[in-house]
């Protein structure tokens, strides 16, 4: 049939409504994804920084300082920064000359795209590639091995899920820490306790580095800075809660420790881009990483790390 002869009822007629759509869009500097229930994420390709990650209220979960540096200059200060290879600074000495937290936070990640699954339990799955090619001249000459990491932040309406993939494509066996450095937004950091460290040891980094056992839940009164090894498996929750109510939920996938953090009144003073300067009331970090000694992998070997956040 001539197309221009086509009766026109079919456009008249009213259909179902079009069913909402995931969309996802992506500039030069970050790549953005909503569900049509309403839940959203931002993610900066510098450093492959989760920035933003809303409910279907539009409520943001994640803290991110004002003076987050979202240029590339640095890494951002908030949402979740990427640890990789090195926890804080080592005298390890394939790491020893690396900046604090390694360089994956600091590098510009490239978008390597999106699957979609639509319908009732709709969800988007954002992948970002980083290979030792592509980062800094200066940091291959510092960590000269062959790597590729491939990062997925999926976003389902009560979840945000992060996985690392980290492949050794060189010749050469290479050791890493890794730790996905979540800052949760909280109200009053107060009014917050973690659970399901119970019974667990911790090295207090704000207490020269002494071995400690952890009573009850954790609450937070001054500066805090912790490594746990929790005495439950990852597969079990780690628990933020705010005046008693659960907020998220953390399980952990091969990271068999949590870095649980909180600058107080005056590291928040000395650190530059934590803005404003009493911010340290509305962030958490608690942080699942394998930080406690060093992961080798071998030539031509993977290893997969991953979060899983809930909200309640
Ligand atoms: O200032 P940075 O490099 O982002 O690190 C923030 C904090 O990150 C935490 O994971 C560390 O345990 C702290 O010691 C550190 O201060």
């Not at 500097?29 to 209220?57: C, F, M, N, Y």
């Not at 979540?182 to 071995?211: H, P, R």
């Amino acid at each position: 049939m001539n197309r221009a002869n086509k009766p026109s009822t079919l456009s008249a007629t009213p259909g179902p409504e079009p069913q909402a759509q995931v969309t996802v869009s992506s500039d030069n500097s970050r790549v953005s994804a909503q569900l049509p229930t309403g839940e959203s994420i931002d993610v900066l390709l510098h450093g492959a920084t989760v920035l933003s990650w809303k409910d279907a209220a539009g409520d943001e979960k994640l803290w991110l300082s004002d003076a987050a540096k979202l240029d590339g200059s640095g890494p951002a200060r908030g949402g979740i920064p990427l640890v990789f290879p090195v926890f804080g600074t080592s005298d390890h000495p394939p790491v020893a000359k690396l900046p604090q937290h390694g360089f994956a936070r600091n590098s510009r990640w490239e978008f390597l795209g999106k699957s979609t699954s639509e319908g009732a339990t709709s969800g988007v799955k954002l992948d970002f590639g980083l290979s030792s090619d592509n980062v800094d001249e200066t940091i291959q000459a510092l960590w000269p091995y062959k790597y590729t990491l491939l990062y997925s932040v999926t976003l389902e309406p009560k979840n945000l899920v992060t996985t690392l993939v980290i492949s050794n494509d060189g010749e050469t066996s290479f050791e890493f820490q890794t730790l996905l450095h979540t800052y949760f937004k909280v109200n009053n950091i107060e009014d917050v306790q973690v659970t399901g460290l119970e019974d667990a040891s911790y090295i207090d980094k704000v207490d020269g580095l002494k071995t400690k056992a952890q009573s009850g839940a954790v609450t937070f009164s001054g500066e805090t800075d912790r490594i746990y090894t929790p005495a439950i498996p990852p597969s079990e929750p780690l628990v933020i809660t705010e005046a008693g109510k659960p907020k998220f939920s953390i399980v952990r996938q091969n990271l068999e420790n949590a870095v649980v953090f909180n600058p107080w009144v005056e590291k928040a003073k000395a650190t530059a881009d934590l803005e404003p300067k009493d911010a340290w009331k509305n962030l958490v970090c608690v942080e699942p990483g394998t930080v406690g000694g060093w992961h080798q992998l071998d030539k031509g070997d993977t290893f997969e790390v991953a979060q899983t956040i809930s909200l309640p």
